[in-house]
């Protein structure tokens, strides 16, 4: 498959655990956040997304966790399966008028 | 409903040709952005598009143009190519603005 980054973090994770994937996010005047999953040969995909006036979102088997003060964003993936692993971007805009900034990414690999 | 649908799926051009990309968004979707992808630089913003004009730009050369037609349809070009612009393009779309974005599988250009 293409090679999305190849310097990525990489977290490491057995099947049946629960993943957390950490992103640290800019501007602190973003307000809207969205997490995406990129798997080899294909455009990301949509996971779950959060607005500024929350601080936590759950979707299913994911979690989102929103922490304004210190510009932090975390995505949790409950019994984690083969077939999570991918790469996992973070993305930022504000009010929707500012294009969406992304984060590095990190690989999250399963271990069966 | 259709994904966002991008061609073609892979190209390959020698330096100083041109290169125009095309991308469908998913029906009803009236907002289209472009990203380039590498390995490097990870996904950076090169356009957005919303009833056919252009809302913002990424920091890209001249070289790097689009436009969005009256169905929502949109085409990027890029003009006298350099070896740098070998990357993943991809187009993501959103039924209004302020609204998670929806990739396609993206155009895989090689130059030679």
């Known amino acids: 498959g293409e090679s999305v980054g190849l310097h990525l973090p990489t977290l490491s994770v057995q099947e049946g655990d629960n993943s957390i994937i950490n992103c640290a996010y800019s501007?602190?005047?973003?307000?809207?956040f969205i997490w995406y999953k990129q798997e080899s040969g294909k455009g990301p995909q949509f996971i779950i997304d959060i607005r500024s006036n929350m601080d936590k979102r759950q979707g299913q088997r994911v979690t989102v966790l929103l922490n304004k003060t210190v510009k932090h964003l975390s995505l949790q993936i409950a019994a984690t399966q083969p077939g999570d692993s991918a790469v996992y971007f973070c993305?930022?805009?504000?009010?929707?008028?500012?294009?969406?900034?992304f984060g590095k990414g990190t690989r999250l690999s399963v271990i069966a | 409903k259709a994904g966002v649908t991008q061609t073609p799926r892979y190209l390959i051009k020698t330096r100083g040709q041109q290169v125009t990309l095309s991308c469908s968004p998913i029906?009803?979707?009236?907002?289209v952005s472009w990203y380039q992808q590498t390995p490097g630089q990870g996904l950076q913003f090169l356009f957005e598009y919303f009833s056919e004009t252009q809302r913002n730009k990424g920091n890209f050369p001249g070289r790097f143009s689009g436009r969005q037609f009256s169905n929502s349809r949109s085409e990027m070009n890029v003009s006298t190519l350099e070896l740098g612009d070998s990357a993943l393009y991809l187009c993501?779309?959103?039924?209004?603005?302020?609204?998670?974005?929806?990739f396609g599988d993206g155009t895989r250009l090689s130059i030679l």
């Open positions: 993305a930022e805009t504000y009010s929707g008028n500012t294009p969406l900034v």
């Open positions: 029906s009803g979707h009236r907002s």
């Open positions: 993501a779309s959103s039924p209004d603005l302020g609204q998670p974005q929806h």
């Open positions: 501007n602190s005047a973003s307000d809207y």
